[in-house]
Nanobody
Framework: QVQLVESGGGLVQAGGSLRLSCAAS????????MAWYRQAPGKQRELVAI???????NYLDSVKGRFTISRDNAKNAVYLQMNSLRPEDTAVFYC???????????????WGQGTQVTVSS
């Protein structure tokens, strides 16, 4: 089995910062892309930031310059540093990873349970 466990959400005032963490565990052979998605009430889930196994990154336009995604391959972990937070960033944030399990031949997508981020004005 593979699990993604997130931490670091919470309540913060506008302009503040939060750092989200996500660690993958289980019988993992390799991890390809890792990413953070978010879903606000009444809205569809959207990709916030993605990082490849080689370290290339891409961001949602509205978070460019404020959010930074990083990963630690030795720890099977991905992070999201969020600065200059805005009320419109309020959402449940989900960790995502494309993982190849040991003894398997295909990568599969895995999701964390979600962590709430609330930004007050």
């Amino acid at each position: 089995q593979v699990q993604l466990v997130e931490s670091g959400g919470g309540l913060v005032q506008a302009g503040g910062s939060l750092r989200l963490s996500c660690a993958a565990s289980g019988n993992i052979a390799r991890i390809d892309d890792m990413a953070w998605y978010r879903q606000a009430p009444g809205k569809q889930r959207e990709l916030v930031a993605i990082i490849t196994s080689g370290g290339s990154t891409n961001y949602l336009d509205s978070v460019k310059g404020r959010f930074t995604i990083s990963r630690d391959n030795a720890k099977n972990a991905v992070y999201l540093q969020m600065n200059s937070l805005r009320p419109e960033d309020t959402a449940v944030f989900y960790c995502f990873a494309n993982i190849l399990r040991t003894s398997f031949v295909r990568y599969r997508n895995y999701w964390g349970q979600g962590t709430q981020v609330t930004v007050s004005s």
